[in-house]
């Protein structure tokens, strides 16, 4: 008896995960934009992930990503970039964003490349946050569509409690990928 309940549970687990997972990638296709809160790699709370799909080669994707002086083209909270250092495989860049409920803040990104994944890692190394990090993945789907997976933990320390900088993080979002997707469409030359 415990072993066909066993089995049930797991078939129904498995079902299940399957028919989310089917949900979630009929969603992409139809252009929805998923966001969800997730627990990272050290179990923080607060940690905003979005995956969605673009209409473009991977190149062009992380060509972009890269490319800091468009970044205020497609990042509508940006003010201000500066690059710091850059070399082949990370970058050290000065940000000035607007932060939730109205604040500004500014900050030093570190960020790590590893084009083999299409992978962006950054961590903040200063600034007036407590603590920032995040990344970019592309994964190729065919030769003219990829899926992007963005991850970002802010914590803004005794300003704003995370879990609240995440929920209203959270909400700008949609915002990012709509930038993505329409500078690639509206710049086909860059």
């Known amino acids: 008896m415990k072993f066909k309940i066993l089995l049930f549970t797991?078939?129904?687990?498995?079902?299940?995960?399957?028919?989310?997972?089917?949900?979630?990638?009929?969603?992409?296709?139809?252009?929805?934009?998923?966001?969800?809160?997730?627990?990272d790699e050290?179990?923080?709370?607060?940690?905003?992930?979005?995956?969605?799909?673009?209409?473009?080669?991977?190149?062009?994707?992380?060509?972009l990503l890269l490319e800091y002086d468009r970044w205020t083209s497609?990042?509508?909270?940006?003010?201000?970039?500066?690059?710091?250092?850059?070399?082949?495989?990370?970058a050290v860049v000065y940000v000035k964003a607007k932060a939730p409920l109205g604040m500004d803040i500014s900050y030093t990104l570190r960020r790590i490349y590893k084009k083999a994944d299409y992978k962006i890692t950054w961590t903040m190394v200063e600034g007036n946050a407590k603590e920032i990090e995040?990344?970019?993945?592309?994964?190729?789907?065919?030769?003219?569509k990829c899926k992007i997976i963005y991850t970002n933990y802010v914590d803004l320390g005794f300003m704003?409690?995370?879990?609240?900088?995440n929920m209203l993080t959270k909400n700008k979002l949609p915002n990012l990928?709509?930038?993505i997707r329409g500078y690639l469409k509206k710049n086909k030359s860059f």
């Open 74 to 90: 497609f990042m509508p909270d940006l003010e201000k970039i500066i690059i710091k250092e850059k070399k082949e495989n990370y």
């Open 134 to 144: 995040g990344s970019w993945q592309i994964f190729p789907i065919d030769s003219k």
């Open 177 to 179: 990928a709509e930038g």
């Open 160 to 165: 704003i409690p995370a879990k609240i900088t």
């Open 10 to 39: 797991f078939c129904f687990l498995f079902v299940s995960n399957n028919s989310y997972a089917e949900s979630l990638n009929n969603k992409l296709k139809k252009g929805e934009i998923i966001i969800e809160d997730t627990v």
């Open 42 to 63: 050290k179990s923080k709370s607060g940690t905003a992930k979005m995956t969605f799909f673009v209409n473009d080669t991977p190149e062009r994707i992380w060509k």
